[in-house]
């Protein structure tokens, strides 16, 4: 969804590098998430926000930060990368408008850490 | 743990046949929503069912819902080429705004 977009698409890292993975979004949507995919884990949610001064955590949060710039601003910060953070991560937002959470994801970023 | 549990992992048809995918969950939920994933590429929303509805319709998608054994199913009727993707099924259960996703279903669309 060009509406939901993620900087950089691909990136490969070392193992110790800090990374920090941008979404932006022009949905105007409250909420916005975090999550990673990895082979025959399906999404795993990382953190989510559901305004500029709410963060929580998600499943799998150890490793992880993140920072909510703005309404449309969520970033994704690996302070210490390591190769099993390797995986592929996708933004997502909702509106918290509606009465069920329909979600739209960015394209993903491909992360490698060597 | 997950929530859902999708049924096959991998499904593997002729073009113009049916395919079948289900989903199993484990708490109440609000609704279940299902996403498609071309490879590689972010979940696109295809469709919604709320728990108090029993069987949704869109284009060639129809959607199940049977609360009482927590199962869902996604049917996509005469299949193409283009449907090759993988499907997920995702759960509103009540935890704030937070869909838990179940593995996936592998469909693969032979021409």
């Known amino acids: 969804d060009a509406d939901v977009t993620q900087t950089p698409r691909n990136r490969i890292t070392k193992t110790g590098k800090r990374i920090m993975l941008e979404c932006s979004q022009t949905k105007g949507h409250d909420r916005m998430y975090w999550y990673r995919q990895d082979p025959g884990l399906g999404l795993r949610l990382i953190y989510y926000?559901?305004?500029?001064?709410?963060?929580n955590k998600g499943e799998i949060s150890d490793g992880y930060s993140v920072s909510r710039q703005a309404q449309a601003k969520f970033s994704l910060s690996l302070e210490s990368a390591i190769p099993n953070q390797t995986a592929l991560y996708f933004c997502a937002t909702s509106d918290l408008g509606h009465d069920y959470n329909e979600q739209f994801f960015g394209p993903g970023t491909r992360l490698t850490v060597l | 743990s997950q929530q859902g549990e999708e049924d096959p992992q991998a499904l593997s048809i002729q073009e113009g046949e049916n395919a079948t995918m289900n989903c199993s969950y484990k708490?109440?939920?609000?609704?279940l929503q299902w996403y498609r994933q071309n490879s590689g590429r972010g979940l696109v929303h295809l469709i919604l069912?709320?728990?108090?509805?029993r069987e949704k319709h869109s284009g060639r998608l129809r959607v199940t819902l049977d609360t009482s054994k927590k199962s869902s199913s996604l049917l996509i009727t005469a299949s193409r080429a283009a449907d090759t993707a993988s499907y997920f099924c995702a759960t509103d259960a009540f935890q704030g705004g937070k869909l838990i996703f179940g593995q996936g279903t592998e469909l693969s669309v032979k021409p």
């Open positions: 708490t109440s939920i609000n609704n």
């Open positions: 069912i709320r728990s108090n509805e």
């Open positions: 926000s559901f305004d500029v001064k709410d963060i």
